[in-house]
Nanobody, 123 residues
Framework: VQLQASGGGLVQAGGSRRLSCAVSGGTFSKSNVGWFRQAPGKERDFVAG????????YYADSVKGRFTISRDSAKNTVYLQMNGLKPEDTAVYYCAEKQGPLSIRLHQDYDYWGQGTLVTVSS
């Protein structure tokens, strides 16, 4: 399974950005996908996750109400729509995938990772 994250860039505080995670080489309909982020000098933190069915979504408290995760089965892609961005959202954002049971908030549970895309929010 390969994951390709894209959509990062520089955005002003209060702005929006949409990240994409294209998944290939597996059975997308069975893929649970999570977004994580890592700021310089900090640990990798859970941001959002979506179940293989798309029926269940999960968010970190710090992004709830501002970020939305979704999936497009026709494109084998998971999106992270980020609104109301804050400087503290600045980080490298990674998508990850696992088929089968997992604790969706735990990065240790995922099998495959994308390369990361940098989001910088200026104040």
């Amino acid at each position: 399974v390969q994951l390709q994250a894209s959509g990062g860039g520089l955005v002003q505080a209060g702005g929006s950005r949409r990240l994409s995670c294209a998944v290939s080489g597996g059975t997308f309909s069975k893929s649970n996908v999570g977004w994580f982020r890592q700021a310089p000098g900090k640990e990798r933190d859970f941001v959002a996750g979506i179940s293989w069915s798309g029926l269940s979504t999960y968010y970190a408290d710090s992004v709830k109400g501002r970020f939305t995760i979704s999936r497009d089965s026709a494109k084998n892609t998971v999106y992270l729509q980020m609104n109301g961005l804050k400087p503290e959202d600045t980080a490298v954002y990674y998508c990850a995938e696992k088929q089968g049971p997992l604790s969706i908030r735990l990065h240790q549970d995922y099998d495959y990772w994308g390369q990361g895309t940098l989001v910088t929010v200026s104040s």
